[in-house]
């Protein structure tokens, strides 16, 4: 059996999946990353002594904003109600830096797992932004879709 992508028609042309005929079901993803800095930059961070205010709490609002905007920033993705979303960080010593975990829940016709990726994402970059004067050498891994539920699909748990 030969995989076909869902977003694309028989030209292989880009398109909007039809989630018309799908039953609303309650679904939930969740979704992680890490943010590597130095251990400086994590004391500064922890100690609520960046220049430019409480860097988690920014990056928990944007992340959360940024999964509220998912399908305006992925093109094929369909516009959720969504019914929760939640960041969470968890700091980290050796090596240094800040996990990043985002849950979002809906009940929807298609998936959530893009905006807790977003959320992820965007909670990682948020957090560089906030103390680039620190450090400039930080780096994001890690950003990967952990479990889903709900939907055809089922449950996914990596």
Do not use: Q
């Amino acid at each position: 059996m030969t995989a076909r992508l869902s977003h694309l028609n028989d030209k292989g042309e880009a398109r909007m999946v039809d989630v018309s005929s799908k039953d609303v079901t309650s679904r939930a993803a969740r979704a992680e990353g890490f943010v590597s800095m130095s251990h400086k930059t994590l004391d500064l961070i922890l100690a609520g002594d960046a220049a430019k205010g409480d860097v988690l709490a920014t990056a928990r609002i944007a992340g959360i904003m940024a999964a509220k905007r998912t399908s305006e920033l992925i093109p094929l993705c369909h516009p959720l109600s969504l019914t929760e979303v939640t960041v969470d960080f968890e700091p980290v010593r050796d090596p240094p830096g800040i996990r990043v975990e985002a849950i979002a829940k809906v009940d929807a016709k298609t998936g959530v797992e893009m905006e807790a990726l977003t959320a992820v994402s965007i909670a990682c970059l948020t957090i560089y932004d906030m103390v680039k004067a620190a450090d400039r050498a930080m780096s994001f891994s890690g950003i990967r879709l952990v479990e889903k539920t709900g939907g055809r699909s089922g449950h996914f748990k990596r």
